[in-house]
């Protein structure tokens, strides 16, 4: 079996991990993209034409980076004077609005519907002082806390929650004291 990054599960390949949400993202990407262009082209910024080539050869996270960019930088403009802004706020009209409520909407749902690990930033490693400290997934204390566990391969230190609390406090103490 064979797939790319983008493609859509057809009778030879079978749905792979992740593929709900790469597939949503294509879709409000493409979407973004859209409103991108038509809002470009009616301020006289560029024209279709330009579109297409400009979009050949970027990278998604570069893409995705200057879609909304331009989008926030006209925000004020298509609220207010889009053509299609005095439209009502239904799907699959031209109301900018409309279009940014849609995907908010979308986006939101399919968070709901998908299970979202907490994730928390936590301090430095103490024995090796680096950015590694991670809640465990796998062990717990008998009152449900999670133990605090060094991802580094070489260091692998294992801290009760209660122990990490305190070396947490220590820590504020001493920046503390220091400013």
Partial sequence: MT????????STTSPWPGQAARL????????????????????GIRTAADDET???????????????????????????????????????????????????GTLERFIKAHQQYDVRKLAPCPRCKGPYLAE???LRLIDDRPYIECRDPDCQRILTSAEYDEYVKALASGISRAA
Avoid: F, K
């Fill in 24 to 43: 949503l993202t294509e879709q409000v990407l493409d979407e973004m993209t859209e409103l991108e262009g038509d809002v470009l082209y009616l301020r």
């Fill in 136 to 138: 465990s997934r796998d």
């Fill in 54 to 104: 400009r979009r050949s050869g970027i990278r998604e996270g570069r893409r995705v980076s200057d879609v909304a960019r331009i989008l926030e930088a006209h925000l004020d403009w298509m609220m207010q004077q889009h053509p299609a802004a005095g439209e009502p706020h239904d799907r699959g009209n031209g109301n900018p609005a409309s279009q940014i409520r849609g995907w908010h």
């Fill in 3 to 10: 797939a790319t990054i983008g493609a859509r599960a057809t």
